[in-house]
């Protein structure tokens, strides 16, 4: 399963990172205290404000709390070029016990995760919210 997330998170947090490449920022914020959006064994939604987007992920797992993680993400606003985002949605629903990649439909840039933990397979489904931006090319672009 940790396989899995890396494969899926290292990709995302990878294409965030070259859209900034013309930036700094500094170390990610992940919020006051560094606080984690869940808990163990609990579900989660996490959204980033309104024209931003994720551009790092952080987790900590705990195989004495049922195989599960704790999460933190951290957002920044879009890059100026892409413009406003246009639409909004949020993705399928992976099935925990399975697994998947998943990449946001349409262009669009991962803005935000709800996840629900199921103790019977160890493991949490995810679904992704992204948003299309009004600049950003028709097509598959890297």
């Given at each position: 399963?940790?396989?899995?997330?890396?494969?899926?998170?290292?990709?995302?947090?990878?294409?965030?990172?070259?859209?900034?490449?013309?930036?700094?920022?500094?170390?990610?914020?992940?919020?006051?205290?560094?606080?984690?959006?869940?808990?163990?064994?609990?579900?989660?939604?996490?959204?980033?404000?309104?024209?931003?987007?994720?551009?790092?992920?952080?987790?900590?797992?705990?195989?004495?709390?049922?195989?599960?993680?704790?999460?933190?993400?951290?957002?920044?606003?879009?890059?100026?070029?892409?413009?406003?985002?246009?639409?909004?949605?949020?993705?399928?629903?992976?099935?925990?016990?399975t697994e998947w990649y998943q990449t946001c439909s349409n262009n669009g840039?991962?803005?935000?995760?709800?996840?629900?933990?199921?103790?019977?397979?160890?493991?949490?489904?995810?679904?992704f919210y992204c948003c299309r931006y009004s600049r950003r090319c028709p097509?598959?672009?890297?």
């Open positions: 399963m940790d396989l899995i997330l890396l494969c899926v998170f290292l990709p995302l947090v990878t294409v965030a990172w070259g859209q900034y490449g013309d930036y700094y920022y500094g170390p990610y914020n992940y919020g006051d205290n560094d606080e984690w959006v869940n808990v163990y064994r609990q579900g989660f939604n996490f959204q980033c404000p309104h024209g931003q987007v994720i551009v790092a992920v952080r987790s900590v797992f705990s195989k004495k709390e049922g195989s599960d993680r704790l999460w933190n993400y951290a957002c920044m606003p879009a890059a100026q070029s892409l413009g406003e985002p246009t639409e909004c949605w949020w993705e399928e629903i992976n099935r925990a016990g840039l991962v803005a935000g995760f709800q996840s629900q933990y199921f103790p019977s397979v160890l493991d949490r489904e995810w679904q097509y598959s672009c890297w």
